[in-house]
C-alpha cells in the first residue's frame, strides 16, 4: 500500500509570503474526495478574516489555503472536524450543518 509522504522543504518559512499556498504532503493513491459522511463544514466570513493562517497551520488534511490574502477551504477533502473554526482568534470561521 502507497504511503503518503511529507513534502520536505530545503528551509522553514520564517514569513506569511514564504508559507506554502497548498498541502504539505505530496499527492499519492491514498487521496480520495469527502465521501459525504461530513456532518459540518467550516464557512469562512471574509470580512472577519485577517489572514493570519493559524487555521491553514493546524488543519490535519490540509485543505486549507490563501486567496487573496484570506483563506478558502478545499470541500472536497475536508473532514468537518472543526479545529479551523476553535483556533480562529477572530471567530471568522462558524460550523455549518451540511444539507
Known sequence: M???KPYLRD????SFEE???????EAG??????????NFRPVVNEE???????CYLYCPDGVIFKKDKKV???YDFCKGCGICKNICKVQAITMEEEK
Open 11 to 14: 528551509s522553514n518559512p520564517v
Open 19 to 25: 508559507i506554502p499556498e497548498a498541502a504539505a504532503y
Open 72 to 74: 478558502s477551504v478545499d
Open 2 to 4: 502507497p504511503v503518503v
Open 29 to 38: 493513491f491514498l487521496v480520495t474526495k469527502n465521501a459525504g459522511w461530513r
Open 48 to 54: 472577519k478574516c485577517v489572514g493570519c493562517l493559524q
